[in-house]
């Protein structure tokens, strides 16, 4: 598809060979980043959206929500594993007829797998049946997958293609983990893309003061005991905020274990989660209880079920 109608009839202003693309997630990361370029008044600016599929739909509303306050259009993307599941079906019935073999399939394996690999339409889910397993801390594929890859062939190397260079805002703050505080505030990767990460020594509480500048609500799971806002759950869910969705979000624990249902019925072991599993328990319902414990897990947690589901919680101090 030609993009340079559809950039054109967002700039009215005189043409620029730059574009600043501002990554938007939903969380209060990319919203500062965001609106940090507007303050920096940088040219042709717009911003990208890649839906994971394992959003709430609370997150959907308010990347709409930031479109609509700030005026900056925002592109929605998602991948498509369509072609790679019809690859991995492919290499089963090979499997099954004996004329191919990879790593510990086996027949009886190939079948059962293939009865259950089948592209959905879910960004997330696909990716998990296509892979035959969920991402995890030691192979986050999901971001790359979903996110960093999407934005990249599906945006902007088509961009580059017609001339542009890219300049990619990225929400990123250094006292987030280790890696990333080892990353550079900007980065040429080439091939017409530099990264820039504005907000790489701020804090979260710099994030929440942005937002109070220019009137922007921060996503209002902040405000429903999430500490972080983008895959529900991410797999890097703490207990905590485990406890917050089940309890506030009973549906998402749901869709979770379906998941996980379909996921290890398309894998090779013939069992998937999506959250770790050792001693807290084997599969999304267990770790719910789990997440319902006092510290040692041994013994329920009985003050939270006094507590208001409804009412605000912030582990960011924004109910105050």
Same mark, same amino acid.
């Given at each position: 598809?030609?993009?340079?109608?559809?950039?054109?009839?967002?700039?009215?202003?005189?043409?620029?060979?730059?574009?600043?693309?501002?990554?938007?997630?939903?969380?209060?990361?990319?919203?500062?980043?965001?609106?940090?370029?507007?303050?920096?008044?940088?040219?042709?600016?717009?911003?990208? =959206?890649?839906?994971?599929?394992?959003?709430?739909?609370?997150?959907?509303?308010?990347?709409?929500?930031?479109?609509?306050?700030?005026?900056?259009?925002?592109?929605?993307?998602?991948?498509?594993?369509?072609?790679?599941?019809?690859?991995?079906?492919?290499?089963?019935?090979?499997?099954?007829?004996?004329? =191919?073999?990879?790593?510990?399939?086996?027949?009886?394996?190939?079948?059962?797998?293939?009865?259950?690999?089948?592209?959905?339409?879910?960004? =997330?889910?696909?990716?998990?049946?296509?892979?035959?397993? =969920?991402?995890?801390?030691?192979?986050?594929?999901?971001?790359?997958?979903?996110?960093?890859?999407?934005?990249?062939?599906?945006?902007?190397?088509?961009?580059?293609?017609?001339?542009?260079?890219?300049?990619?805002?990225?929400?990123?703050?250094?006292?987030?983990?280790?890696?990333?505080?080892?990353?550079?505030?900007?980065?040429?990767?080439?091939?017409?893309?530099?990264?820039?990460?504005?907000?790489?020594?701020?804090?979260?509480?710099?994030?929440?003061?942005?937002?109070?500048?220019?009137?922007?609500?921060?996503?209002?799971?902040?405000?429903?005991?999430?500490?972080?806002?983008?895959?529900?759950?991410?797999?890097?869910?703490?207990?905590?905020?485990?406890?917050?969705?089940?309890?506030?979000?009973?549906?998402?624990?749901?869709?979770?274990?379906?998941?996980?249902?379909?996921?290890?019925?398309?894998?090779?072991?013939?069992?998937?989660?999506?959250?770790?599993?050792?001693?807290?328990?084997?599969?999304?319902?267990?770790?719910?209880?789990?997440?319902?414990?006092?510290?040692?897990?041994?013994?329920?947690?009985?003050?939270?079920?006094?507590?208001?589901?409804?009412?605000?919680?912030?582990?960011?101090?924004?109910?105050?």
């Amino acid at each position: 598809m030609k993009l340079i109608p559809i950039i054109n009839a967002y700039f009215k202003a005189p043409f620029f060979p730059v574009l600043n693309i501002v990554s938007v997630s939903g969380g209060k990361d990319s919203a500062a980043t965001l609106l940090r370029a507007i303050e920096c008044n940088a040219p042709n600016l717009m911003a990208v =959206f890649a839906d994971t599929g394992n959003e709430h739909q609370v997150t959907y509303d308010y990347v709409r929500y930031l479109e609509c306050q700030t005026g900056v259009p925002i592109t929605w993307l998602k991948a498509d594993f369509s072609k790679q599941i019809e690859n991995k079906r492919n290499r089963l019935f090979k499997v099954i007829r004996g004329e =191919f073999v990879r790593g510990k399939w086996t027949r009886r394996r190939a079948i059962r797998a293939l009865k259950h690999t089948h592209a959905t339409g879910n960004s =997330f889910l696909d990716l998990c049946i296509w892979k035959g397993r =969920f991402p995890s801390t030691k192979a986050r594929f999901c971001s790359t997958e979903l996110k960093r890859e999407v934005i990249l062939y599906k945006l902007q190397f088509p961009l580059i293609d017609q001339g542009f260079k890219i300049i990619s805002w990225q929400g990123v703050r250094a006292d987030e983990s280790l890696d990333r505080s080892k990353l550079p505030m900007s980065d040429h990767i080439g091939d017409g893309v530099t990264n820039y990460r504005p907000i790489l020594k701020w804090s979260a509480a710099d994030c929440f003061d942005m937002h109070k500048k220019h009137n922007i609500d921060p996503n209002p799971l902040y405000k429903m005991g999430m500490g972080r806002v983008g895959c529900m759950p991410c797999i890097h869910c703490n207990k905590a905020e485990l406890r917050q969705i089940a309890d506030r979000f009973p549906k998402e624990i749901d869709r979770i274990e379906s998941w996980e249902r379909m996921v290890g019925a398309a894998s090779r072991r013939g069992s998937a989660t999506l959250l770790t599993s050792d001693k807290r328990g084997h599969g999304i319902r267990e770790l719910v209880e789990w997440s319902k414990t006092t510290r040692g897990g041994k013994h329920y947690d009985l003050i939270p079920l006094t507590e208001d589901t409804t009412s605000c919680s912030s582990v960011y101090g924004l109910c105050e």
